[in-house]
Each structure stands twice: as structure tokens, then as C-alpha cells.
């Protein structure tokens, strides 16, 4: 990398730091290419965004961002995570991390709280947005299709009277 490349990645991460809301830091220490590339479409597919910086570069994105807590992780082989969604760029890193131990989870942070893998690990436990969503709109659909089903009941019953007392009319009748 010469001098404008170099600059124009600690614009890239500065602007990531500034606009993300979760990094989580690993080290990945004889990670095969086919173990990379299995890694990065499991993020992609998460939404999450998987890179391999030089320390010095990240150090220096980091300067003045909210995550500047993690600088003392970037050590050795580094790469770098982040999305929109906390909880799942930690549930990927971490699920990848249980099957090849050759990707440590350093930790992380998550705003301006730096967590450690152990922090990490606990937040990948957390259900993620979209599974929060769902629970939250059954939790408001189900009072309203009980409002409707109590709503209801009555105008059933009395059809039900109606309908027995036709019957029993006809039966006279007859």
C-alpha cells in the first residue's frame, strides 16, 4: 500500500467507527482461505462487514471514535467485524469461533463499553433485531385477536339461540 492508499483506509475505518455501532476484534492465526471465505459469507449473509487490517492503520482509524477502548487489542494478525446489528456480527464471529480454533475472539466493543471475549460471547447469547421484532409483534397481535375473538363470541351465541329456536319451530310445525 503506498501513502494515499494507506490514508484512504483510515478515512474508510474512521467512517466505519463513526457510523457503526459494534466491532468485534479476532485473531486469525492460520486460517486456511476456504475457512476465510466460509467466515466472510456467513457475515455477509448477517449483514455485517468482516476486514483484515494492518494494527498501525486501525490504531489510527480508531483515534477519537467511541471505540477507541479496543487499540490494545490490535496485536498480531487482527481482523475486524461490524454492523448495524450487535448482536449479529457477535453471533456469527462466535458460532465460526466454536468449530475452527484457529479464530479467537479478542473482544470488542459495543459503543463506548469495550468488552472482552467473554463479553462478547454473552451478547452473541442475546436474541437478535429481527428475532426481538417478531416477539414483539406477536406480543401486540395476540391481545388484539383475543379482543376480536371476545368481540365475536356473542354475536356467535346469539346466532347459535336463533338457529335452535328456528329448529325447534320447523319441529313444531311439522
Known sequence: MDRTEKRAFVEFLADVFGST??????????LTVADVTELRRRIRAAGATYKVAKNRL????????????????????TALAWAEDPVAVAKVIVEFAKTNDKLVV?????????????G???LAELPSLDELRA?????????????????????GQLARVFGAYAKTGE???A
Open 135 to 155: 416477539k414483539l409483534v406477536g406480543m401486540i397481535n395476540t391481545p388484539a385477536t383475543r379482543i376480536a375473538g371476545i368481540t365475536q363470541a356473542p354475536a
Open 120 to 122: 462478547v460471547k454473552v
Open 58 to 77: 486501525a490504531s489510527r482509524a480508531l483515534d477519537g471514535t467511541q471505540f477507541d477502548g479496543i487499540s490494545s487489542l490490535l496485536k498480531g494478525p
Open 171 to 173: 319441529a313444531e310445525a
Open 106 to 118: 479478542l473482544g470488542g466493543a459495543l459503543g463506548n463499553q469495550t468488552l472482552d471475549a467473554d
Open 21 to 30: 455501532s459494534m466491532v468485534v476484534v479476532t485473531q486469525n492465526k492460520g
